[in-house]
């Protein structure tokens, strides 16, 4: 999993800071204001200026809520097509095949199939296509020059 995110766990966590991962070279900082808050009010965070380990945690951090972005996205569609109505166990996922006890989500499409599903099967499944694609697309990159 770690090599999903493109750096090794030691690499990700080497230097967590309170205020923010962000180098400050990317907001104007110069070596000199590095260890000191400057401009925006003293809105800038206290990191290191060369520092390699905090740019790949910014990097992952900006990586994760891609993905989190993406998937949100998905469920919110999903939503949108789905109408939640109480099963009571009358009804079994269509992935997992289990009958749901409780809540069930099912197509608002007219003439679908009334397939109802678990909320955490469809988000599992739509997780399972984000990290595959990503996968799938890190492989085709090939192995990166670093």
Do not use: K, N
Request: aromatic share 8%; net charge positive.
């Amino acid at each position: 999993m770690a090599d999903l995110w493109g750096m090794g766990p030691a690499a990700a966590t080497a230097h967590v800071y309170r205020a923010s991962r962000v180098p400050t070279h990317y907001l104007g900082g110069t070596p000199t204001h590095a260890r000191r808050r400057g401009g925006l009010s003293g809105a800038l965070p206290r990191v290191p200026h060369a520092d390699d380990a905090a740019l790949l945690a910014f990097r992952a951090t900006q990586h994760r809520r891609r993905l989190l972005a993406i998937f949100a996205r998905m469920m919110a569609r999903f939503h949108e097509q789905h109408e939640r109505r109480w099963s009571m166990g009358r009804w079994e996922c269509g992935i997992c095949r289990r009958h749901i006890p409780a809540w069930a989500w099912l197509p608002r499409l007219p003439h679908a199939p009334p397939q109802a599903l678990h909320e955490e099967c469809v988000s599992r499944a739509m997780w399972d296509v984000i990290l595959h694609h990503e996968i799938s697309v890190r492989a085709a990159q090939g192995p990166r020059a670093s």
